[in-house]
């Protein structure tokens, strides 16, 4: 099974950016669709993007388009998330995850592997 590990969480203000990486291990990356969801105290973990295992379908949640967008390098065993135009709502500890199969899926019982989350704080 897949092992993810993310990174480049932090503190930003309002209106800032930041790129959340997830490193994967296995030599089967390729084949498992990944995704990425928050979770703010006191809330249910939440969908915020996913990609295909090829990266060409992508997923937004509705209060993050136009604002991130989500890529993978299959080459480096990655997926990204670039986080622009950052509000205070968008803070939250970020999770990568990874769901066995072809396709794009948004709901986290849906995932097979998570990462341990990084934190992401937006000041205003």
């Known amino acids: 099974q897949v092992q993810l590990v993310e990174s480049g969480g932090g503190l930003v203000q309002a209106g800032g950016s930041l790129r959340l990486s997830c490193a994967a291990s296995?030599?089967?990356?390729?084949?498992?669709?990944m995704g990425w969801f928050r979770q703010a105290p006191g809330k249910e973990r939440e969908f915020v993007a996913a990609?295909?295992?090829?990266?060409?379908?992508?997923y937004y949640a509705d209060f993050v388009k136009g604002r991130f967008a989500i890529s993978r390098d299959n080459a480096k065993n990655a997926v990204y998330l670039q986080m622009n135009s950052l509000k205070p709502e968008d803070t939250a500890v970020y999770y990568c995850?990874?769901?066995?199969?072809?396709?794009?899926?948004?709901?986290?019982?849906?995932?097979?592997?998570w990462g341990q989350g990084t934190q992401v704080t937006v000041s205003s």
């Open positions: 990609i295909s295992w090829n990266g060409g379908i992508r």
């Open positions: 296995g030599r089967t990356f390729s084949s498992y669709a």
């Open positions: 995850a990874a769901k066995a199969g072809s396709h794009y899926y948004i709901r986290v019982t849906e995932y097979d592997a």
